[in-house]
């Protein structure tokens, strides 16, 4: 019997995930909130670099209590939802299920772990630039590598796992780039290398990632602060390369100008997830990034007069 | 023969001194830029919190040529002005003239030296919250203080002076509050200790310096931005006490809220004070200020889109 997927949060991210492999032929549940009446009626629509297209209709839920146990449950909330797991995890997630969490920054795997934690977790890395642009529909702009890696208690490297290339195969079959790591605390501070400076400064800044590159100061400050990251998760016992920064730099330039998730939310008056993408990692660096912690300080101020307007 | 005075410079911080001298009796010579026929038809007009008054006929230039030489200059224009010195002062200091430096942040005694080096100058250090609210119309919120300081080409303290005690006399006969430091040097990094954090918080926020201190993430950023305010003085061989810095975060909370003459520049699109303020301290710091060079570089990047715009 083929694996049933479930989508926890089918927007930019879960959305086109979902939607690839449900055009593959896999067998693919979606959980909505606000979008769910929309989607039940008119399905996905995705436009994609990689070509448009329409799931006239798909597997839609409003309420998890409605999905059938799935042997991969893909969380795709935002982290700053989080506390909705304890709700979710446990009525969707199979016998033998595997829950992966594809978000951002640090803690998302923790979380899960307190609420099933006697279930394999994985940690889904999305490099993928897409955004909602309106009810069920997304718009894939580049990128969409998955890397997978599995989540241990004591946060030791832990290896790869049968289920983990058993989901490499079903992503390829759906034209989706998957590879995996065996160590998802380097994954996932590598990741943070990128999203941290670009996510905040350009909440702060209101501008684009070419706007950041583009000015000399703003990319010495985004320079400055991945080498932070980069010392940070040395903290954390984990060796990036140097010129990793240098790479990311270069890609940044390569890349056509880019709203970050956290910039979308913050204009949408949505809470930001700065305690996945700056709290948790400030605090596991203990001290190692002064100019993150800065930059996690302004966003504080930015998001509580955002939700208190 | 009583001492003749040129104010360079009629807005919020020089307009509202000049005015006060004027009223007092002084001899004072206004020069103005955008308001210049304005004032000569209308004069000025200064409301205060110690009172409001009009001074319907004042003594303006639009032409530093017309001007005659003058015993004090008050040199009240903003730092990224300071390229016009050589064009101005020559024309008005007296023979034994001193120049007092009315400006912000380090730097400004230096450019006057490079003009009139054999003339006495002197750091004038305004704690004045005061805006230009239009034409020869200024608004006085609070404090007022000036405190002289003599400049001396070694950099090092340089006591007090004949003129400095004559210019106290004039400025309390006038009903300013004025005293005099001894060094130049400590009196600028101490003002810098709250000029750093709030001008440039506020630009970079959207916020005046009220809510910078309700929010306990920026309070605690400006405070950690002082004490490297503190460290950035003592590499230049001046001792800031630790209290300080307490001191500052105190007057702060006490005080009404108020908009830096920085927000108010960048809000009219006007080139910031980012050299005197920012580029002059982080340069002479050489790298005990990592968190004010962060700020400084966010600084640059909205100066260059603002006057880009």
Redesign the interface.
Known sequence: MARRYAILGTGALGGFYGARLARAGLDVHFLLHGDFRYVREHGLMVESKDGDFVLPRVQAYGDIRDMPPCEVVLVALKTTHNHLLPGLLPLVVAERGVVVMMQNGLGSEEAAAKVVPEREILAGLCFLCSNKVGPGHIRHLDYGTVRLAKYAADGRPAGTSDSMRALVQDFTSAGIRADLSDDLGLARWQKLVWNVPMSG?SV??D?DTR??MA?L??R??AE?MMREVVAGARVCGRQIREDFVQKMIDMTLAMAPYQASMKIDFDQKKPMELESIYGNPVRAASGAM??VE?????L???D??NRSA
């Open positions: 400064l702060v800044l501008a706007e950041l000015n100061e703003t010495a400050l400055a002064p100019l800065m930059l996690y300080r302004q504080e101020f930015l509580d007069r």
